[in-house]
């Protein structure tokens, strides 16, 4: 493994796409995978693109890497797409995209269904995040359907986050409804050529006038057309503008210290689960307290009382 | 809190009100309460709702509520509602809604907003199941809207789940997009008066033919109109034949087994939780630990094992 890392660190395209199936996977080694790269992160500037599915998300992030590209940024990608075990695998239009941009070595697009597990899909996301970041990558781009507590988490881990709106029906209303409005830094409102832009635009700037919690940064609103390109350079000042009011304000730093804190705590609380899941799987009295609350001999309380003081203090108490 | 509780029991809806809010603000006493409402829970049959924002979900389920009033039975209502800090507390709709059965006893409607944490929304919402079954309803349902992971967990305290569906463009395409087809033990295609519906219902079922893993339940699709009330009765027969289903293969206590015994586990995780976050709180080695992550000077991981042993085994190790 070490020889992987070795070439990993050398650039080597074909390391960083073995490196992310291991953290995928979550292979034995994924641990140790993390903790090298660890040392090697916080270089990458993240950027979150999350909307309601059609709001034209892919194009948009396809046109920004152009953007980038011209500039000689090199970029990450990451796609999540939640598919359902119904269709399984990524879309498509994924794969059309990565054959796009297959012989430039300064984009690297990933795209990640969501392999059954949701609740793990923020985690190997964050991770991706990292190794993409840890490869050299100056930005590193996320992609997300911005519909649910897996993709505001996957959020988190985004210094900008740009909320991608279409002037469809009743569109700014459902997100809102998702709770997505509260963590745009930008808001794009893209198909700006179809008629209704401009209202969307206004709705999300009369948002904007009642949001009472501004401190320092009020979110811009760019119309923008993945189709044509129209408004791209804009949106890209734009997150450029944000990334400079963070760093002016030492916000980013703060911000990335936090995130490094609770990534540790989430950490403990999955190697917590690991020991419990453990000690629960063998048949003894840990096992017992559970047949008992399933019986309804005891209430789930009590017996969480027991588990935990078991597992902390050990079989014979303090 | 006694006296609450007696009331309760008695039947007095203002104590289940009382009770509720308890639970919403996770009042100190709401592990007393829980714990005394245990032993009535598992009466009442669980049925959720779920589906896109606009897909008549609200009036469906008044018009079930309606049908099951009709036949003597009494119902609780959960809606739950993800509204965003932007617009803040329940919908005028439910506030109406709630009017409409103020004056009948067997129905008790209760709107549930996230006020902030997405992440608590489940847990809160499985209490007030909790609270409303103990209580003594024959049915009740939770109406949320199927866009997230919170949404999918709190589904998982339904018995029977009903995944409802417009003729809408893209719709049925979307809900596979959110994760939520699999959850599905019913089918509603609601607003059946529309063009396009017969057609939404073709592609539902020609995705269950190619869904490999039914195990002895094949989700009926339902065509219905919150609007007519056309497809109600049938709607709720559907269910019923579900719920039969589960009970003549012994899954409905299985299913309730299971769930009690992940709640458990749930809440020894919740107590874990806390506390950790006590300690980390106060200033001390498990502070240090994560300051020195947050300073590269360590890895997230190894500081994560330091802060486990030490909850765990306390600070002179074992």
């Known amino acids: 493994m070490q020889d992987l890392i070795d070439r990993f660190k050398a650039g080597e395209t074909r390391a960083l796409a073995r490196l992310i199936s291991m953290l995928e996977n979550e292979d034995p080694q994924h641990e140790e995978i993390l903790k090298q790269l660890f040392y090697r992160t916080g270089q990458a500037y993240v950027v979150g693109f999350t909307g309601s599915p059609g709001a034209g998300k892919s194009s948009l992030v396809d046109q920004v890497i152009k953007h980038l590209r011209k500039e000689g940024q090199t970029v990450g990608v990451i796609a999540v797409d939640p598919t359902s075990p119904f269709t399984g695998g990524a879309l498509l239009g994924d794969r059309i995209r990565m054959q796009e941009h297959a012989l430039d070595k300064g984009v690297f697009i990933r795209s990640m269904g969501t392999r059954g597990s949701l609740g793990g899909l923020a985690k190997t996301t964050k991770d991706v995040v990292k190794a993409m970041d840890a490869f050299g990558f100056n930005w590193v781009i996320i992609e997300t359907v911005g519909v649910g507590q897996a993709e505001l988490d996957i959020m988190h881990v985004a210094d900008t986050t740009v909320v991608v709106l279409t002037p469809g029906a009743g569109d700014a209303i459902q997100t809102i409804k998702a709770g997505i409005m509260e963590i745009a830094d930008v808001f794009a409102v893209n198909k700006c050529d179809l008629p209704g832009a401009d209202k969307v635009a206004a709705e999300v700037e009369i948002m904007l006038d009642q949001q009472c919690d501004q401190v320092g940064w009020r979110p811009p609103v760019k119309l923008v057309s993945s189709l044509t390109g129209q408004g791209i350079a804009d949106l890209v000042a734009a997150i450029k503008t944000h990334r400079q009011h963070l760093e002016d304000n030492s916000l980013l730093s703060l911000k990335r210290r936090e995130r490094i804190r609770s990534e540790a705590l989430e950490i403990v609380n999955y190697k917590w689960q690991q020991k419990i899941l453990k ?31 078991y597992v902390v203090s050990g079989p014979t108490g303090k």
Chains 1, 2 share one sequence.
Do not use: S
């Not at 629960?280 to 609350?293: F, W």
């Open 279 to 309: 000690q629960i799987n063998i048949p003894g009295r840990l096992n017992d307290q559970l047949e008992r609350v399933m019986n309804k001999e005891i209430d789930p309380y009590t017996a969480a009382d027991f588990i935990l003081d």
